[in-house]
């Protein structure tokens, strides 16, 4: 696979009622990839700290399968997000995150969410839970995301700026929140409100 397809180019759409998206997507056609998953993330930051700064992500997932991923690079327009990503399965989550370790990386965010994939023609629309609040990611060329989103009827829903991460920073900010990890039991309680 050459570095030019090694592109993520998705858009983040917050649709608070994810019930009606999946039978839109059901309406259109969708085939269901991936039934309703757990994922939990670990992202890690290397000892002087550039590689967040650096806009970064040095990432290892399990949900069905364990995955590390690298990106970098991001640009934006109209809400479309566009970087560079590289992600590889690993067979072993627990000793991947050992050998990250001893390389000097340490986790900086751990971050939980419930995932249900589908693909509609050329894209693959994911529907996310996270613990303040739900999303429709989709992933395809411009021209189809833009596609997918009136196939869908989501074009009023707000497209959102920035990653789960970043998002998560600045309800910290905004609630007052002094919490490392973004999970489910640390916002137990949590009255995150109409935060959108």
Do not use: C
């Amino acid at each position: 696979m050459s570095q030019m397809d090694m592109q993520e180019v998705e858009v983040k759409l917050y649709t608070p009622d994810l019930a009606l998206v999946q039978r839109a997507l059901e309406a259109a056609g969708a085939v269901l990839k991936s039934p309703r998953v757990f994922e939990r993330n670990l992202r890690y930051e290397n000892a002087a700290g550039t590689l967040t700064a650096g806009g970064i992500v040095l990432r290892l997932r399990q949900d069905a399968e364990a995955k590390l991923t690298y990106k970098s690079g991001e640009s934006s327009e109209g809400g479309i997000f566009r970087r560079f990503e590289a992600e590889v399965v690993v067979s072993d989550f627990e000793t991947m995150d050992v050998i990250l370790r001893r390389l000097g990386y340490e986790v900086a965010l751990v971050y939980e969410k419930y995932r249900t994939t589908y693909a509609l023609g050329e894209a693959e629309i994911v529907l996310d839970e996270l613990p303040y609040g739900n999303f429709t990611e989709i992933e395809a060329d411009a021209e189809e995301i833009e596609r997918v989103i009136g196939m869908l009827g989501l074009g009023g829903h707000r497209r959102m700026s920035g990653s789960y991460t970043e998002i998560f920073a600045e309800l910290k900010r905004r609630l007052g929140l002094d919490m490392r990890d973004l999970s489910f039991e640390g916002f137990a309680g949590v009255d995150v409100g109409d935060w959108v």
